[in-house]
């Protein structure tokens, strides 16, 4: 037999099948993807978007794909795959313009975007413990770190916090740094991103802010979910968005929550964000975990029993920051105690150790505590109707550490504070966020009160 085109219906059918096995979203990502060419004895060649897809599709979707071909087709067959064609003719991300490469080496181009949030060097694809849990968005940040602009553009990773998505995002910065020196990449976090347009807002250098932004290779955002309710940014983000995606340049994106749950954000936002590559990262399981402690502890040069892993890694289940956390306090108390490090001082170190099971960092009453001892108002002035100037900013105050430090939605905030609503939250939150860039007395305030939460919650965990 020659090659005959795939019958519609016959594919309609396997799709349909596949359909009612898979989620939805694996579903769109793989499936819906796949373009049937032709059809040849026992072979099919089947389209598909990219290389990278191939590689992935292979290890964890085509025994799925045979199956419902069996189905479909009533034998076995081989797959065959071709990549789109319009992929290769896609330009390479363009060398850095002109302006950007001075005659005099350095200081280079990169280095001078990076040095405005460095990476961490220790967030690196080596360093990175791959799991069940997180391997589809190491798999993704992979293919993005080796092909910028064309593998998944944007890449959004979410998941809860501590599970590692600042690590694989600065990963791809790194990598990228170490290949191709020549690379323009910029690592932000979404407030800091929001502070400076505040402030080239009000300095009344736009121009400069979107020049930053926009001549760039890569763009690495973080917590991306602090965009809702910030109309003004999000604006502004949108343009740079489309600027960097119209130019074919990167743009990866992590947030404690999927798109969809992100509160008060716009629609065209909202679709942009899904238009590449969304992909989770969930809690790891135990033997990630396990691998985690001990990579951990050879990095540390610590040397780390098996059940004492084993006691740590059962304990600390839903952050891995915690979990180091638990392995770097046992470390330092075992040298300051000269004592090795056994099961009976891991469960003396753990018994104050909290899994916060991916939730708030802070806990609200907890905010209001803090924020309440230092403007030196009683902390049910936080809840309740007052409004003199000082019980107000401590309230405004609150409420935007409550925004930043947990995960609760403006509502669950509003609740919070005396059953105020949304709107209220929301107000406060853009109030203090603006103010704090122009008043160094809040930024430091603020900074203050962010030190106290961290000691308290230290004492209270132990770390
Ligand atoms: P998130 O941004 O999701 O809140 P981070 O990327 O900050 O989390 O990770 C918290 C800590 O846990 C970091 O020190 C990071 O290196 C470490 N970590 C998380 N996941 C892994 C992993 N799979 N392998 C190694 N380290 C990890
Ligand atoms: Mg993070």
Redesign the pocket.
Known sequence: MSPQPVDTSVWANTLEWIRDRVSGQRFETWFSRMRPLEIENDRILIEVPNPFFIEWFERHNLPLLREALRHSLGSGYTVQWRVQPEYYRTPAPDPPSAEMRPAVPAPDPAAVCLSRTPLNP??SFE?????RS?EFSHAACRAVARDPGRAYNPLFIH??????????MQAIGNALLCERTRCRVVYVYCEKFMNELIEAISSGDTAGFRQRYRNLDVLLI?DIHFLGGREATQEEFFHTFNALHDGRKQIVM?S?RPPKEIENIELRLLSRFSWGLVSD?SP?SLE?RLA?LH??ASVENLSLPDDVALLIANQVRSN??V??GSLVKLAALSRLLQAELSVDLAQDVLKDVVDPDGGPRYAPPCIQETVARFFDVPSEALRGKRRTSRIATARQVAMYLCRKHTSLTLNDIGRSFGHRDHSTVLHACGKVARQRVRDSQLESAIHAIEDRLETESRKNRGV
């Open positions: 220790r967030y360093n990175f413990v791959v799991g997180n998941g809860s916090t501590g599970l590692g998505k600042t690590h694989l973080d992590t404690d990262i790891p990630t985690i990579r951990r891995v920051r979990l180091e």
